[in-house]
């Protein structure tokens, strides 16, 4: 009996040490797989899928019009006297259409309905391309940038037992001391900022590829070089958005629906109809016929035209149609407008950014020089008393001042690949991009730690 128990304690250590292992190995997640994860689980992508769907089946459905439709049914009852109406044991109804000069046009507009919402679902997927690349690298930095205000607030909280120190020795003032404890609490300020930030990068991370958002961390190999870009790349024309072309192709649809209901005026629609009827023994519909003239069997077919010549509500169809055209072209004018302003607007951003992104470079080589030049001072120090003295306060200082122009790099770096990563969605690259990414993975230049 115990040695089952034994056993049985084993197993359940064995798989919840399994367990463990499997969500370690899924809390991280590299770059490519994050974006196909979000292309398969996102909502966006499933609406615009479902709509492209949909946009097929209008398609169809307007072609079908032509195919002729067969009905079958039945006609059965009791009766009385004169037998009311067909009293049919089984009846088949066959319509469809053979002529409308509407229809044509509704064709149309149906495929071009289906052209914009192929074009909504490129747009749809590079959207969260984009959306999920961006919060990667902001969960990378978010990261990277939590692990440096730890270290800063390190160096600050030593900084304040090193003043305190000095004052108790009588070599400083209390003002040197509040100082070093009000920096000491601004850095834990923002690292408490940056904690928030990260929980909340990794939660619109975990919802964009569906998976727990406890743990879960990048794979910084995974992110691809991005090259700074140059002034041609960022001058230069962007092609239009597949949004701005999905929003002309729907309002062209409309404009043909709204040709279509106009054509319906003052033009004949021609309607092939057929019918088949058994009629039953049992209503005595063969008394009420001639002797040897009553048929079971009956068929027809023959055509129906209909023709309007007078009809106010199809007329104030056709205005509506022609309101909801003009509507969509302006809507896609909008849209063109709005696009052509930001693809301007990002060339002019990313090299303002990239300009940003290397002076906070060159600051935090600066101060790191910097550093090492009072490390190898407090040294000599040390060996020649008679040099210039250098003091740990000087050497925390500077420390503090490192990291913090660290984290002022990490933050100017992520802006810079933000603001690259939508350039080459509007250039239409950034699935190339992904690609490479998968192909061929590399580090990005991190910055000096």
């Known amino acids: ?28 997640v590299s770059l490519v797989s994050a974006v196909d994860l979000a292309l398969k689980n996102n909502p966006r992508v499933r609406l615009a899928q479902a709509d492209v769907d949909k946009s097929t089946a209008i398609l169809k459905e307007s072609k079908d019009v032509y195919i002729p439709a067969i009905t079958v049914g039945s006609g059965l009852g009791y009766s009385y006297g004169y037998p009311l109406g067909q009293p049919s044991v089984v009846n088949a109804q066959l319509t469809g259409a053979i002529l409308s000069w509407s229809q044509r046009d509704y064709i ?30 902001a969960l990378d930095r978010d990261l990277a940038r939590e692990q440096a205000l730890d270290e800063e607030l390190s160096r600050a909280e030593q900084l304040v037992t090193i003043v305190t120190d000095r004052l108790n020795a009588g070599v400083d003032t209390g003002i040197a001391l509040t100082q070093a404890k009000l920096t000491a609490a601004q850095i834990h300020l923002a690292y408490l900022n940056a ?13 964009l ?10 794979v910084p190999d995974s992110v691809p070089q991005l090259g700074a870009p140059t002034a041609e790349q960022a001058s230069g024309t962007l092609p239009e958005s597949p949004s701005v072309a999905a929003a002309l192709s729907s309002a062209e649809s409309k ?22 009827s058994l009629f039953a023994k049992f209503n005595n519909y063969q008394l009420y016929f001639p002797p040897n003239t009553f048929r079971y069997n009956n068929a027809g077919i023959g055509v129906q035209i209909s023709w309007p010549i007078f009809d106010h509500a199809l007329r104030a169809k056709a205005q509506e149609s022609a309101a909801d055209a003009a509507h969509a072209f302006a809507e896609y004018d909008s849209a063109r407008i709005k696009d052509e302003e930001g693809h301007a607007q990002l060339g002019h951003s990313t090299r303002t ?14 101060a790191s020089q910097q550093l090492a030049s009072i490390q190898t001072q407090l040294q000599a120090s040390a060996a020649n008393t008679n040099g210039p003295q250098r003091t740990p306060k000087d050497q925390a200082n500077a420390e503090i001042d490192e990291r913090g ?14 603001a690259q990563v939508q350039l080459m969605r509007a250039q239409g690259s950034l699935d190339s991009w992904l690609r490479a990414a998968a192909a061929t993975p590399a580090r990005s230049p991190a910055p000096n730690p």
């Open 195 to 207: 904690q928030d930030e990260t929980a909340t990068d990794r939660m619109r991370l975990a919802h």
């Open 353 to 366: 950014l990239a300009v940003k992104a290397e002076v906070a470079d060159l600051e935090q080589q600066l």
């Open 405 to 418: 122009k660290f984290v002022t790099l990490l933050n100017s770096r992520f802006d810079l690949q933000q």
């Open 255 to 276: 404009q043909r629906i709204a040709w279509g209901d106009q054509k319906k005026l003052y033009r004949p629609q021609i309607f092939l109809a057929g019918e088949y």
């Open 1 to 28: 009996m115990h040695r089952q128990q034994r056993v049985a304690a084993l197993l359940i250590l064995a798989a919840l040490a399994l367990a463990s292992a499997v969500t370690s190995a899924h809390a991280q």
């Open 209 to 218: 590829i569906g998976l727990p958002s406890t743990n879960l961390s990048t």
């Open 108 to 137: 149309r507009a149906a495929r071009l309905g289906l052209q914009a919402a192929v074009l909504n679902l490129n747009e749809a997927r590079a959207a969260v391309e984009e959306d999920t690349v961006v919060t990667y690298l």
